[in-house]
């Protein structure tokens, strides 16, 4: 995905290909270093799921928490 997104950027597309003016890592810093703040998709990510694993612990009656639940058989662990 990363790649997709740098190619992108640099180039205007996946097919052509140009030399890169400025860093991925600098493009990656945050707006307040007056930079692009695209951030890094690993990070994002793990709080991504973080955010997911504690909102399916809290939420026990929800519809998406009964079908995850029944689908991956998890009935027996609680």
């Known amino acids: 995905m990363e790649r997709i997104m740098r ?3 640099w180039s205007g597309g996946i097919e052509s290909k140009r030399d890169h003016l400025v860093s991925w890592e600098i493009c990656c810093r945050s707006k307040e270093d ?5 951030g ?4 994002k990510n793990l709080s991504l799921l ?3 694993q504690r909102r399916f612990s809290l939420e ?3 519809l998406w928490h ?3 639940v029944s689908k991956y058989d998890m009935q027996k662990n609680r």
Request: charged share 20%; proline share 0%; glycine share 10%.
């Open 7 to 9: 190619d992108f950027l």
């Open 34 to 38: 007056e930079r692009l703040g695209i």
């Open 40 to 43: 890094n998709m690993v990070s």
């Open 50 to 52: 973080a955010k997911w």
């Open 60 to 62: 026990g009656h929800t």
């Open 66 to 68: 009964i079908v995850i």
